[in-house]
């Protein structure tokens, strides 16, 4: 999951994991989102899948919207791999 406009290293880390993803026999699912809605529902269909997770690389997107992301990943019991340390500190920046 990442913002189109973000960042434009995001493209590359999606082309990293879908490469990964052969050799493990997972399918990568591209979400690019622009709003808080769209990140809910793309996570929302994520945890209806068996073995659903995310991988999110780090940006300012995913920084300012980073509660709703770990409240969702944990309501849809997804894994989540987190491009930054920093996104799980949800006290900083408000």
């Known amino acids: ?5 973000a960042d434009p290293i995001e493209e590359a880390f999606y082309r990293v994991a879908e490469a990964a993803a052969q050799k493990f026999a997972v399918e990568v699912v591209a979400a ?4 808080s809605d769209e990140i809910e529902r793309i996570m929302t269909m ?3 899948e068996p073995g659903g997770g995310l991988i ?10 980073r509660k709703l992301i770990i ?12 491009g930054s340390r920093s996104i799980l500190n949800t006290n900083a920046f408000g």
């Open 56 to 65: 999110l690389p780090p940006n300012s997107f995913t920084t300012v919207h």
């Open 32 to 35: 690019p989102v622009r709003q």
């Open 71 to 82: 409240n969702l990943a944990a309501r849809n019991r997804l894994s989540a791999i987190y």
């Open 46 to 48: 994520l945890g209806r």
């Open 1 to 5: 999951m990442w913002h189109p406009e």
